[in-house]
């Protein structure tokens, strides 16, 4: 068959096509869900943030735009929105354009996998935390690039730090999470929280403590949250990569970190704490609670998460840039592997 | 293809950090060599906030200066002018009244409260604590509140005068001032309960910035910066001048001179201010607030200037000419701001204004020490040594 004779509306003219068209129509519907629930939690999760930590340093957070200030990251967004979009002279103009576009980009793919509730995924793939993991490496490649590109030194510390700190730490993330994938047997998202319910414990987050542990830093490193902020250190590199960057250009990497923070409390969520389904001995005792939306435990479980990050950042200083590496490769690595053998040891004595 | 033709050429790279860079506090520049991430050269600029304080003083009467000083190191205005004072009096050899030197060291001991408050906010700051820097900015807002119930003014406050202070305190002043002093050992300890034993505080600022307390003595260092390489020395109590021979306090110090050990001792030099205000308030004796010789140095009583010939003109050649009686010669008079020592020398040729002053400002001394700090540690290092040196360049340029 000639390629090139073959049109996608002959396709669609062949019997049973029609099911195919209605699967990528409800696959837009889905995305466009997806999005628009993400996004929108995204902008209130700056508002979150910031009235969280407002009241851990004894003030109050954003107060005058609405009610409590709730209308406040709509007022961010249209400012960033109607700021000036300065280049600098210098810059690799190419790169410097797509370079925001990466790290969004590489951050919302990684929404098509995640389970928000039973079998509701995007993209119900058998690889969907290697996917994951892929698109959050990827994501790095954004922050390089704009380092790289913008032409100036504190960008290119920051990217360099970047390159280096997501390299090391997306390791020991990928080391953490493959105790999980050996306690599920699979990759599936879906797979995963399902063996997760069936489980004794109801989630994976008691047996795989440490794991859980390594996780946590790892994705604090992968996401440039505190105390792993080095890439755009404010103190020393006044922002870090996208120093140059204003309007909306900077929104889009503002608006990828938060992105990433809410891809990594999904995952958290969907492999430590059994995603949209609840313990079943929680259930016995409360047993209303199963009337709960799966939908709704697994927000909260994200938000508790997103929490703890704004929890951590509220508290501690930052590392430097070598005690991060050192961290990340004489302990997390290394607390990784002891993890995977041990997961290993148990479910091999158990059999 | 693909085939390298000469081995890889790394060079360093030349970082200009500042004046406007967020943790140079104010407008120091430090052009850095960098290896990578190793700062292997590291030159201060200085001189950004040059106001030419010394030589402005040279056309002012010796009451005019003294607000000038207040603009020396802006958050700590009261002990700069209390220095200054201490080196006028000295010169024209008044005799402050005991309740004015009680008062005087009351306010100095805030301004150390408020100033270490300071450093300690933007040094944890520039390490990445941010909440520490919002807590204790709460009890700067508390001394600044008590300076204004004081005077009148926060920040620039001009409130002690040569001969004594401008005004008497206020019986609710010094109740505030008690509660404050109740309050404070607490905010002292909530602060340290967020970085002093925190890991990442700890590895960030052990052996970071060692300074021995020879070397730390050759380049001229003092305040907590001498103190934290071992060094018991502190003006208050080798030279006391006010009422600090009166009240009972403890200068720590540090064993390894390093960043960790000057947060330490200034964390405990908070504790003795807090102690020395309290028994400066306990003590503080009744009397007279300026120095009696009104027609010679002191501005006599404004009532007294309404009312009667003689003393209008003496107040009016005091303002204009400034103190006619000044003997000649020359003083240096040092004096503890929370910054390390603060000098003033003075030449006086027998003119109301001084024929010149120079001042020895701690800030400068220890930008000086900065690139032995930080060569050959990393660029985040510098940021930690910026914040331990306690800069304000205000005093840094003049």
Partial sequence: MNIFEYSIFEYFLKPGSFDVLVNIIIILVKIAIVLGVVMFHVAYATYFERKTIGRMQVRMGPMEVGPHGLLQPIADMLKLFFKEDIIPEKADKTIFYIAPIVSLMAAMSSLAVIPFYKDFAVANINIGLLFILAMSSLGSYGIILSGWSSDSKYAFLGGLRSSAQVLSYEIAMALSLVGVMMMAGSLNMNEIVKAQAEYPTGLYLIPQIIGFFVFVVAALAETNRTPFDLPEAESELVAGYFVEYSGMRFALFYVAEYVGMIIMGCLAATCYFGGWTIPWYIIKILPFLKYVPGVVWFTLKVYFVVFCYYWIRATVPRYRYDQLMSIGWKLLIPLALANIAITGIIKVMVK | MGRVEKPLETREITLNMGPQHPSTHGVLRLVLQLDGETVVKCTPYVGYLHRGIEKLAEGMTYLQALPLTDRLDYISSMANNVGYCVAVEKLFGIEVPERAKFIRTMVC?????????????????????????????????????????????????????????????????????????????????????????????????????????????????????????????????????????????????????????????????????????????????????????????????????????????????????????????????????????????????????????????PSFVHTSVLPRLSEGHLVADVIANIGTIDIVLGECDR
């Fill in chain 2, 109 to 361: 001991e805030m301004t150390r409260i408020s100033s270490h408050i300071i450093w300690i906010a933007t040094h944890a700051l520039d390490l990445g604590a941010m909440t520490v820097f919002l807590y204790s900015f709460r009890e700067r807002e508390w001394i600044l509140d008590l300076f204004e119930m004081l005077c009148g003014a926060r920040l620039t406050v001009s409130y002690p005068r040569i001969g004594g202070v401008r005004n008497d305190v206020s019986q609710e002043f010094l109740d505030s001032l008690y509660k404050f002093t109740e309050e404070f050992p607490k905010r002292i300890e909530e602060y340290e309960t967020l970085i002093d034993k925190n890991r990442i505080w700890l590895k960030r600022t052990k052996g970071i910035g060692v300074i021995s307390a020879e070397e730390a003595i050759n380049w001229g260092l003092s305040g907590p910066m001498l103190r934290g390489s071992g060094v018991k020395y502190d003006v208050r109590k080798a030279f006391p001048y006010d009422a600090y021979d009166k009240v009972d306090f403890e200068v720590p110090i540090g064993k390894n001179g390093d960043v960790y050990d000057r947060y330490r001792c200034r964390m405990e030099e908070l504790r003795q201010s807090n102690r020395i205000i309290r028994q400066c308030i306990e003590k503080l004796p009744p009397g007279p607030i300026m120095a009696p010789d009104a027609p010679k140095f002191t501005l006599p009583p404004k009532d007294r200037v309404l009312a009667d010939m003689e003393s209008l003109i003496h107040h009016f050649v005091l303002i204009t000419k400034g103190p006619m009686a000044a003997p000649e010669g020359e003083i240096y008079v040092a004096t503890e701001v929370p910054k390390g020592e603060l000098g003033f020398y003075i030449v006086s040729d027998g003119t109301g204004r001084p024929y010149r002053m120079r001042i020895r400002a």
